[in-house]
């Protein structure tokens, strides 16, 4: 078990611009999240897919945003023409509903973004 | 939806001291209440968490204390050591729907002072 893993873990962007983000959740975990954090903030919910269905959207995920689990493996956090308000660190997450877990969720290490 | 608030913001302790963080929620159908752990540059990591047919739960020199009437939970950190220094997030949620969806408290830096 090698915890849910982030790709990249940095990225500088011009505005404008189009930014992706590649989550591998936990294996075996159906359950994937995508949250944002900000400076001294806690996360952010995003939004949420069990196996490839995205199942629930924060409003904060504006139509600037898409996530993505096309076979219910590997998810994608897509920003299309970033705005210097997107800079932050984008945190992937994932559970298992059943099992000793108890649907606990774990993060990944983040992918912070910074909009220049 | 479901409002946490976390204090303080910021806890200096000295090396061997306890630490206690407050949190407080609420969505009384909150019933799952974990607590992450920080440090610089990293993602959250589960350090403990606690659920709603439980008044404490106690892992080592960790402890998390819920009271549903009042609507607030607490972490209780005792022989603190700098290793302990990061920022703390409480989190509540509401398993009731599809999703485990975590609204999470503003954080307190911790610092342990050796």
Same mark, same amino acid.
């Given at each position: 078990?090698?915890?849910?893993? +982030?790709?990249? @873990?940095?990225?500088?962007? /011009?505005?404008? +611009?189009?930014?992706?983000?590649?989550?591998?959740?936990?294996?075996?975990?159906?359950?994937? $999240?995508? $949250?944002? +954090?900000? !400076?001294?903030? #806690?996360?952010?919910? !995003?939004? $949420?897919?069990?196996?490839?269905?995205?199942?629930? /959207?924060? @409003? !904060? !995920?504006?139509?600037?945003?898409?996530? &993505?689990?096309? /076979?219910?493996?590997?998810?994608?956090? &897509?920003?299309?023409?970033?705005?210097?308000?997107?800079?932050?660190?984008?945190?992937?997450?994932?559970? +298992?509903? @059943?099992?000793?877990? #108890?649907?606990?969720?774990?993060? #990944?290490?983040?992918?912070?973004?910074?909009?220049? | 939806?479901?409002?946490?608030?976390?204090? =303080?913001?910021?806890?200096?302790?000295?090396?061997?001291?306890?630490?206690?963080?407050?949190?407080?929620?609420?969505?009384?159908?909150?019933?799952?209440?974990?607590?992450?752990?920080?440090?610089?540059?990293?993602? =959250?990591?589960?350090?403990?968490?606690?659920?709603?047919?439980?008044?404490?739960?106690?892992?080592?020199?960790?402890?998390?204390?819920?009271?549903?009437?009042?609507?607030? %939970?607490?972490?209780?950190?005792?022989?603190?050591? =700098?290793?302990?220094?990061?920022?703390? %997030?409480?989190?509540?949620?509401?398993?009731?729907?599809?999703?485990?969806?975590?609204? %999470?408290?503003?954080?307190?830096?911790?610092?342990?002072?050796?």
């Amino acid at each position: 078990d090698t915890g849910v893993s +982030q790709d990249p @873990r940095h990225k500088i962007t /011009k505005r404008g +611009q189009n930014v992706t983000f590649r989550c591998d959740p936990i294996s075996e975990h159906n359950r994937l $999240y995508w $949250y944002r +954090q900000t !400076l001294g903030q #806690g996360p952010e919910f !995003l939004t $949420y897919f069990q196996n490839e269905a995205q199942l629930e /959207k924060s @409003r !904060l !995920l504006s139509d600037r945003f898409s996530a &993505e689990r096309p /076979k219910g493996s590997f998810s994608t956090l &897509e920003i299309q023409r970033t705005e210097q308000g997107d800079s932050a660190m984008y945190l992937c997450a994932s559970s +298992q509903r @059943r099992g000793p877990s #108890g649907n606990t969720i774990y993060f #990944g290490e983040g992918s912070w973004l910074t909009v220049v | 939806g479901e409002n946490v608030e976390q204090h =303080p913001s910021t806890l200096s302790v000295q090396e061997g001291d306890s630490a206690v963080i407050k949190c407080t929620y609420s969505d009384s159908a909150s019933n799952y209440f974990p607590w992450y752990k920080q440090e610089l540059g990293k993602g =959250p990591q589960l350090i403990i968490d606690i659920r709603s047919n439980v008044g404490e739960k106690k892992d080592q020199r960790i402890a998390v204390t819920l009271n549903k009437t009042a609507k607030h %939970f607490s972490l209780h950190i005792t022989e603190t050591q =700098p290793e302990d220094s990061a920022v703390y %997030f409480c989190a509540a949620s509401d398993s009731s729907g599809s999703a485990r969806q975590l609204t %999470f408290g503003s954080g307190t830096q911790l610092t342990v002072l050796p």
